[in-house]
């Protein structure tokens, strides 16, 4: 597994993205990149940002979609089509990025896709123009090798998304039926749609649809991205335990949003804190953590697992 930070977290402290990797450069742990577009290509073309990469050693995992200004009514499913063949180009321009920058995955999250009021959406046709979006991207993504994957989030900043759940993205996927379509699982974004995070996890993980994570933590009303472990200490055991347990050696990316932290000391508490949840994992021993989830006793897998918290 390797690691990456959220770009704008260090913005008002180091100004401009090339100030941002500059910084990410010196701290420990950190490797890799995800960038959102295109939002943060406006001061550095992309020969410029491979470069200033290729200089502070870091590597890109991929880019993160930010559709803003014209598409707060709609992305992919916006009823006016011009915007919605407009989102489209804005996705293929990112691949095409992606591609250039030596990433793999680009991330797609429609934050507007979504709905407000009662009778504002005709559900099945917003959702069939999704679907029809995803599909021409899926095919214009396998032919420059760059995954996609679709991240939710149940609300914020539209009352209700249209792609809401874990269940809803699958069966999203399903439809489309690309197999370079995968998932970016927020850990935040699950707690607040009331899911268990691990449970979502393993189903992806078991069916090879996870192409990004983002960890952090919260309390589940808002994407609080706290630092993880500081809220839901035993869900994030949980997690680490699934990811180790299906060896996903992919990207952890640290979707946390310092305001009043020092930003360089949050990353690497979440750096560290992953680490020894993981030792703390392997400590315990997979096949242990195994045999007591097959006990399915509650009362004796909680001695075991939060003793071993405090041994």
């Known amino acids: 597994m390797y690691f990456a930070a959220r770009i704008n977290s260090f913005i008002p402290s180091e100004k401009t993205v090339a100030g ?40 890109v995992h991929g ?14 499913g916006n009823n006016n089509p011009e915007l919605g063949k ?28 979504g709905f407000d009021y009662s009778f504002q959406v005709d559900y099945p046709i917003a959702q069939a123009r999704i679907i029809k979006s995803l ?4 095919v214009y993504a396998k032919t420059k090798g760059i995954l996609l994957s679709i991240e939710y989030k149940p609300y914020e900043p539209r009352a ?16 489309v039926g690309y197999d370079n379509l995968g998932l970016t699982l927020d850990f935040c974004h699950m707690l607040m749609k009331k899911e268990n995070p691990a449970y979502g996890l ?11 994570i983002h960890l952090n933590d919260g309390y589940g009303r808002n994407d609080d991205g706290l630092i993880i472990g500081s809220a839901m200490t035993m869900q994030i055991l949980e997690f680490i335990y699934y990811l180790k347990k299906y060896s996903y050696n992919g990207m952890i990316y640290f979707d946390t949003f ?9 990353i690497l508490a979440n750096i560290e804190m992953f680490q020894k ?35």
């Open 86 to 113: 407009r989102a489209e180009d804005l996705t293929k321009e990112a691949i095409d990025a992606c591609m250039e920058l030596g990433g793999e995955n680009v991330t797609i999250w429609l934050g507007y896709d």
């Open 258 to 266: 310092p305001v009043r932290e020092n930003p360089e000391k949050e």
């Open 202 to 212: 393993s189903v992806a993980l078991e069916n090879k649809k996870i192409h990004a």
């Open 160 to 175: 209700f998304s249209l792609i809401d759940s874990f269940g809803m993205v699958m069966y999203i996927i399903e439809k």
């Open 135 to 138: 599909k021409e991207l899926c």
């Open 20 to 59: 941002v990797l500059t910084k990410f450069a010196t701290i420990p742990g950190l490797t890799h990149v995800d960038f959102n577009y295109p939002e943060h290509f406006k001061e550095l073309n992309i020969p410029k940002m491979r470069e200033l990469l290729r200089e502070k050693g870091l590597s």
């Open 63 to 76: 880019l993160a979609m930010r559709f803003r200004g014209d598409f707060i009514n709609g992305e992919f």
């Open 277 to 311: 949840i993981c030792a703390k994992v392997d400590r315990i021993g997979i096949e242990k953590i195994g045999n007591l989830i097959s006990e399915n006793d509650a009362v004796h897998t909680m001695n075991v697992l939060l003793g071993s918290l405090f041994d």
